[in-house]
């Protein structure tokens, strides 16, 4: 970190920044400009004593990315302070210890969220705290001032704190929002500094790791058609967040979707041969719809050409066309992310699908077969009798 002795007024703000984004350096840029701040300390937290310290990444990585977004403002610089401090660090001791590097009587300001107000006065020595600094709240979008000018008032009254409070555009950028894209391979560009994005590609942060997957991503991307593989992008997305929703395991939710249709451009024929050499069933109606087996070829080459061996992954791939007796919670997630990912045309009963999938995950599954067996219908084709029994085991819960 620079030298603050010449410093007048610092403003620090704290946060886990995994990652930082646009969201926290406009807010930091905000407060500077009210208060003429001399320098903004962005501050990643060490042990975060409010978060669960195991689901943040490591300190460094954070570390590294708050330095490169900082880079960008001579006014603004970054302190490994916290993160060095041994055990659990506390707001009022970084403060003190800000205090002691600048100015005599220079003037702190800690920038906070607006969402972080209520729970100031349960952290460390409140007291001292806000005797020692003013807050600069900055508020958020979708925030409710009732609560947070009652808040600051409680703070005012209580430690005679010097709030201030400072509007901003809707920024509606989140870390988590942000992680989540990376995770589903969306664009993050815009949404953090440039330098910033570069880094998470290049440490393949908030990712799923696993090289063998790199490896299987690439052949599944070479074996498809741009738009098949576009939709097993989509269906990597939306398995991934019903997943979420639905507290299921999202590698599984990952590779599962990953692989699900990656025979699905393979003739016919070749189908059929693939079968007899693999040693897969294929019963009369199957035999009269070829694209039926595309589930069971893609689960065996994930199983033969990729060591997947987890047998809810590859269920789950065998079963995402027609569905089957007693479906498993994968199951389910696959055969519904497949028909409502992003890009997905509407082949009947779309919406009614969305509305449901986050909310009554059985009745969007059993929306999702009924489609396909007015399609199967219409098109004069045999139901195949799995999707019969799904419909009826689902209907039951
Ligand atoms: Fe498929
Ligand atoms: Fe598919």
Redesign the pocket.
């Known amino acids: 970190m620079k030298d603050l002795s010449s410093c007048k007024r610092v403003a620090i703000m704290g946060g886990t920044f995994d990652p930082i984004h646009h969201g926290h350096l406009a807010a930091a840029e905000a407060v500077r400009h009210r208060f003429g701040i001399d320098r903004v300390v962005l501050m990643p937290a060490g042990r975060p004593p409010h978060k669960d310290s195991d689901a943040v990444t490591q300190s460094e990585d954070r570390y590294l990315m708050t330095a490169l977004a900082a880079a960008g403002n001579p006014l603004f610089d970054v302190s490994r302070m916290e993160l060095d401090r041994p055990g659990a660090s506390y707001t009022v001791d970084t403060v003190k210890e800000v205090m002691a590097m600048c100015q005599r009587k220079a003037k702190i300001y800690l920038i906070s969220g607006a969402d972080t107000v209520e729970h100031i006065k349960s952290w460390k020595n409140p007291q001292e705290l806000l005797s020692l600094c003013s807050v600069a709240v900055v508020s958020r979008p979708g925030y409710s001032f009732k609560s947070l000018h009652s808040n600051i008032k409680h703070l005012k009254d209580e430690y005679g704190a010097k709030i201030y409070l400072i509007e901003m555009p809707a920024l509606g950028i989140s870390s988590t929002e942000i992680r989540d894209r990376v995770l589903k391979r969306l664009p993050i560009k815009y949404l953090v500094p440039e330098s910033v994005e570069q880094y998470i590609a290049k440490q393949g942060l908030y990712r799923i790791n696993d090289s063998i997957l790199d490896e299987a991503e690439l052949m599944v991307q070479s074996s498809l058609s741009e738009k098949r593989w576009r939709h097993t992008l989509g269906v990597i997305q939306e398995s991934l967040s019903l997943a979420r929703a639905y507290g299921a395991d999202q590698y599984k939710a990952y590779v599962a979707a990953l692989f699900?249709?990656c025979s699905?451009e393979m003739a016919n024929d070749d189908k059929l041969k693939f079968c007899a050499e693999a040693n897969i069933k294929v019963d009369d109606i199957m035999k009269k719809q070829p694209d039926l087996l595309?589930?069971f070829i893609s689960a065996e080459i994930a199983r033969r050409d990729y060591s997947v061996k987890d047998k809810e992954i590859l269920n789950a791939i065998r079963y995402?066309?027609t569905g089957r007796k007693e479906m498993t919670l994968l199951d389910k997630i696959l055969l519904l992310a497949?028909c409502i990912e992003p890009y997905r045309e509407d082949y009947g009963h779309l919406e009614e699908m969305k509305a449901e999938a986050y909310s009554n995950l059985n009745k969007a599954v059993v929306i999702c077969l009924e489609s396909k067996l007015e399609y199967t219908k219409k098109k004069n084709k045999p139901v195949h009798p799995l999707s019969l029994e799904a419909m009826d085991g689902l209907r039951g819960l």
Request: glycine share 0%; proline share 0%.
């Open positions: 699900h249709d699905k595309h589930s995402h066309t497949d």
